[in-house]
């Protein structure tokens, strides 16, 4: 089972077992002093305080460093001020990236990830460059205002469809690729698309598509602005 870091809906339970780690309640007892539990009123009064929080804004979790909107790089555990993000670790053990590549270290890095298409039967030069696309695409999809989707196809199976989806997961998570089942009705299909939205899951695959999908939903979470939380990285 692929297992991701995603965005949970705080429940009263959860709050109340968090709170009492920072928060001594207690009751009189005539002279004495009692502990308490948190009051169902205090956790559903925190709960109820939407757009009142003073807690940071996270924006979107990821599990492996990126790119900021000013091309600078996002390599820090925790959450990040300037782009909301939450950066989860352990991350790999990596060389240190210049703060200013030049072309040879760029050239250098486009040969690794390269190395790793080496037994995929590519029809041509241009769908190499497309898988090298989905390869970069989600690592940097912070620095950038709209990103392609990458679909794949072949005449027959057992030609790396799904392997290619595990590299490019690979290298931005750590982990494989989520299976999205496409299904054979669109709306559900969107509802499916939204769930992965609303808990912060940030890179899909829609597996065995065999029915015309609609482009809106997913142009609009494509071509955002806004990387977190609307419309997150599309990649199928």
């Not at 709960?47 to 990821?62: N, Y």
């Not at 482009?215 to 977190?228: E, G």
Request: glycine residues 8%; contains cysteine.
């Amino acid at each position: 089972m692929t297992s991701v870091a995603t965005l949970e809906k705080i429940s009263e339970p959860w709050l109340k077992s968090v709170t009492t780690r920072y928060v001594d309640f207690f009751k009189w007892k005539g002279e004495q002093r009692e502990g308490i539990g948190v009051p169902p009123d205090v956790a559903r009064a925190m709960l109820s305080r939407f757009g009142l929080w003073e807690f940071p804004t996270v924006t979107g979790i990821i599990t492996a460093p990126t790119l900021r909107p000013d091309d600078t790089i996002l390599a820090k555990e925790g959450w990040d001020s300037e782009t909301g993000l939450l950066l989860l670790g352990p991350l790999p053990a990596m060389q240190r990236v210049a703060d200013e590549p030049t072309q040879d270290d760029a050239r250098q890095a486009i040969g690794i990830l390269d190395g790793l298409l080496t037994e995929f039967p590519f029809v041509d030069r241009g769908s190499r460059s497309a898988a090298l696309s989905a390869l970069v695409t989600p690592t940097v999809r912070g620095a950038l205002k709209c990103v392609p989707g990458h679909s794949t196809s072949s005449p027959e199976p057992g030609t790396g469809k799904s392997y290619l989806g595990d590299l490019a997961s690979g290298i931005a998570s750590g982990d494989a690729m989520p299976i999205l089942a496409t299904g054979n009705q669109k709306e559900e299909l969107e509802k499916r698309i939204d769930a992965q939205i609303l808990a912060g899951i940030s890179l899909w695959c829609l597996d065995n598509v065999t029915m015309c999908v609609s482009v809106q939903p997913c142009l609009k979470r494509l071509n955002s602005t806004r990387q977190y939380p609307q419309y997150p990285p599309l990649n199928f």
